[in-house]
């Protein structure tokens, strides 16, 4: 049975993950579950996109002329860099074994759960 009514996440019909759409409890041993699951993998997509990105985003400028690459680096995409997104990587939580309250507290997201089993 899926723990997941039409009320509830609706992240396995979407590739986007809803977190306004978590259940304000969550006594559902499978959605709590899922839910622990779900977001380690986000995180992980969301350091590997940023990794992505920046590879692209040095190939799309470099044929910018040199003061509008300093523009674009220093002020539009300051945190597009290689320090920030290390930085970010060893901060978020991506293993898979990480508990749902340190996923939660991490995202401070406890303030919207009342319940957790």
Same mark, same amino acid.
């Given at each position: 049975m899926n723990p997941l009514n039409s009320q509830d996440? /609706?992240?396995q019909d !979407?590739?986007?993950?809803?977190?306004?759409?978590?259940? +304000?409890?969550?006594d559902n041993p499978e959605l709590y579950e899922? +839910? /622990?699951q779900r977001l380690p993998l986000r995180d992980r997509f969301q350091v590997s996109?940023?990794?992505? /990105?920046?590879t692209r985003y040095i190939g799309e400028i470099k !044929? %910018?002329?040199?003061?509008? +690459?300093?523009?674009?680096?220093?002020?539009? %995409?300051q945190y597009l860099n290689p320090p920030t997104i290390q930085e970010i990587e060893a901060m978020t939580?991506?293993?898979?074994?990480?508990?749902l309250?340190?996923?939660?507290? %991490?995202f401070k997201l406890e303030n919207y759960i009342s319940s957790i089993t």
């Open positions: 996440l /609706r992240a !979407h590739s986007e993950e809803n977190l306004e759409r978590v259940p +304000i409890t969550l899922n +839910i /622990r996109f940023a990794k992505s /990105r920046l !044929h %910018f002329p040199e003061a509008t +690459i300093r523009v674009l680096t220093d002020e539009v %995409f939580p991506t293993a898979s074994e990480t508990t309250e340190s996923l939660l507290t %991490f």
